[in-house]
């Protein structure tokens, strides 16, 4: 039960980081936890594709984090 709970609350808070992105590349960071923590929760609930593309997921975020330049502060 505490690892459906894990699940439930990593993967929520990867969508919601994920709607979130276009109004800072900070959430961009926070998606990619997001991804990494329910990467995570794939492992531990045994089922480990998901884990891996989840993983993957991190992967491709971070890689847009570091390639999107902070935007200007006025």
Excluded: Q
Aim: with cysteine; aromatic share 16%; glycine share 8%.
């Amino acid at each position: 039960m505490a690892v459906t709970i894990y699940g439930v609350c990593a993967v929520s808070f990867m969508m919601v980081m994920y709607a979130l992105e276009s109004r800072s590349r900070h959430f961009i960071a926070a998606f990619a936890l997001g991804c990494a923590l329910s990467s995570s929760y794939g492992f531990l609930a045994g089922t480990w594709p998901f884990g891996v593309v989840e993983g993957v997921w991190t992967l491709v975020a971070l890689r847009r984090y570091w390639s999107t330049r902070p935007s200007p502060t006025h």
